[in-house]
């Protein structure tokens, strides 16, 4: 299987404050790249669509001037939570598409908890 | 894009064989019934996937019947590392991994 690496596993950040999160395609080239937010207990949810060169595609009631998403290379797509509150404490973790019709590859994860 | 139904949780114990099933009534020609596993704080991983019948691979099996109105994924002698929620989804074919999870099977396997 292919490899994505998510970066950092682990983030505690002040509210008001901005943090970003990178995900690497190690070993393939992604030309698209998926972001998810996952409260405990609960499922997946799907937040954008990152596709390198072009701008994000947000899923409805997701803010884009929040969560900054840049897809500026085939291998890295980074999400930026801007002016961070305690309610955007979650799980967030990416995906990256190789292409075809193959299954899905997704990064460990991304534990943000805002204080 | 086509909604799944599965049990929310499930118990099983060390050495036994766990199905688990998943009704997807309106799936499509175009869609792949895929399986996903997640521990907890970890991103989900890829177990199986089908259009038809069975399949099988070195950690499970997939029985879709003929009518690929339902699934039912297998794992054969789980063990207490198994105990994971399983995420059935109905993929379209080509759809660039545009994943959309629904609740999941929280499956706990006891010693």
């Known amino acids: 299987g292919a490899v994505v690496s998510q970066h950092p596993s682990r983030v505690i950040c002040k509210s008001g404050t901005s943090v970003k999160i990178e995900c690497r395609s190690l070993d393939f080239q992604a030309t698209t790249m998926f972001w998810y937010r996952q409260f405990p207990k609960q499922s997946l949810m799907l937040m954008a669509t990152?596709?390198?060169?072009?701008?994000?595609?947000?899923e409805q009631g997701v803010e884009k001037d929040k969560f900054l998403i840049n897809h500026a290379s085939l291998t890295l797509s980074t999400l930026t939570v801007t002016s961070a509150h305690p309610e955007d404490s979650s799980f967030y973790i990416c995906?990256?598409?190789?292409?075809?019709?193959?299954?899905?590859?997704f990064g460990q994860g991304t534990r943000l908890t805002v204080v | 894009l086509a909604k799944t139904t599965q049990p929310i949780s499930m118990d099983s114990y060390e050495g036994q064989e766990v199905n688990i099933t998943c009704s997807h009534n309106n799936i499509a020609t175009n869609d792949y019934i895929t399986w996903y596993q997640q521990f907890p704080s970890q991103g989900p991983r890829f177990i199986i996937q089908g259009y038809k019948t069975k399949v099988t691979n070195e950690v499970a099996s997939l029985f879709i019947p003929a009518d690929r109105k339902s699934s039912t994924l297998s794992l054969p002698r789980v063990s207490l590392s198994d105990t994971a929620v399983y995420y059935c989804l109905v993929v379209p074919l080509n759809a660039g991994n545009m994943l959309t999870f629904g609740g999941g099977t929280r499956l706990m396997v006891k010693p």
């Open positions: 990152s596709n390198e060169g072009s701008k994000a595609t947000y």
């Open positions: 995906s990256a598409y190789k292409g075809g019709n193959t299954e899905a590859f």
